[in-house]
């Protein structure tokens, strides 16, 4: 929860998204929540007035813990916008030498099944049985 909604504000933007994109990152580093643990007001006091807990992060990668500290602003016009995040991220993208294969198969769509027809227009859900199956048109 961004600081903004801590404190009920009505003027939510989507800077309240990147606050959880934010928070979302360093959870995911740590493995522990940015302001500690607990419910109720001593956790919304801590969101609205306290520092994150950034952890091994500053070590680890100190460029992504710079970002998400951007992220973590108080202020909801100091942290970066949507637009601004994929920039950053395209900048630190390191593309890999070659084509990279598309995971499970066709970028065009779920890799298809052994055994099991693809789905087409011809063909429609039965409505006899609780159980749905494929009905192949007469």
């Known amino acids: 929860m961004a600081p903004e909604q801590a404190v ?11 606050f959880a994109l934010g928070s979302l990152l360093l959870y995911a580093a740590n ?9 109720g ?11 994150p807990d950034f952890g091994r992060l500053t070590d680890g990668d100190p460029a992504l ?4 500290r951007k992220c973590l602003a108080k202020d909801p016009a100091d942290r970066p916008t949507a637009e601004e995040l994929v920039a950053l991220t395209e900048e630190g993208r390191r593309a890999p030498s070659g084509p990279r294969p598309w995971p499970g198969g066709s970028p065009s769509g779920p890799p298809s099944r052994p055994g099991r027809p693809p789905p087409s227009s011809s063909r429609s859900w039965s409505g006899r049985t609780r159980r749905r199956t494929w009905r192949r048109p007469r």
């Open 8 to 18: 009920a504000d009505r003027r939510l933007t989507g800077a309240a998204d990147v």
């Open 31 to 39: 493995g522990r929540p940015p302001f500690g643990d607990g419910s």
């Open 41 to 51: 007001p001593d956790l919304l006091y801590r969101v609205v007035h306290g520092e």
């Open 65 to 68: 813990a710079e970002l998400v």
